[in-house]
């Protein structure tokens, strides 16, 4: 069977990523920083899949479980998903740049590092993928966060440049940019949801369903759901000043 490795995997798209892969017979190594609920995850997922599912409980902005991290992925992975991430509460001058230095470890650190520990194994088979999961945010200015995933999608499409010579199209990276997903990330993140009009929400399923879809068609950038990618095509268009005042201001508060 194919070995999917997953960050952030017990909530939200990571989650998400758990269950149709294993649904579609990968064995799984998930990786996340509450053990106990990662534990349980897995066991599910082991019962209801019948699949091999791997806990291993890593703190990516910690050097020791980065590392781990690192040393599991150059092992017999066939995806990587790095889907681990955060939001800071607060816009930039009103974070401690201690947490703004951890976002970007966990945003680009581990998905540089990962990713260069996993492709080597996939390019000896001839075969894998990257998902490196960014967000409608690189598209627009939101702050730290919305920079660490404009790295990520630039990252993503300079790799599967560099792959698709290499690996004759064998090995894959794309980077994966939902807009608002129903799942943990806004509550942990202390963000006032309320105003986002119910059209801009999107299903975790949905999301990893298109993700998959668009992964197979060897697309770069993958961005579900028809409103955002009409959003992204009139990110184009418009000029540069008003996306900034625009996605400054929309679609978040803070408790």
Known sequence: MPTAFITGATAGIGAAFAR??????????????????????????????????????????AEEGLGAAEERARRDVDLLVNNAGFGNRGVFLDVPVSDEVTMLRVHCEAVLRLTHAAVPGMLERGRGAVVNVSSMAAFATRGTYGASKAWVVSFSRGIAADLRQRSRGGVRVMALCPGFVRTEFHERAQMDMSGLPEFMWLDKDDVVDAALRDLRRGVEVSIPGAQYKALAGAARLVPRGLVTRLSSTTGRRYD
């Open 20 to 61: 149709r892969l294993a649904s579609d017979g990968f064995d799984l190594v998930l990786l996340a920083r509450d053990a106990e609920r990662l534990e349980r995850t897995a066991a599910e997922l082991r019962e209801k899949y019948a699949v091999r599912a791997e806990a291993l409980p890593a703190d990516l902005s």
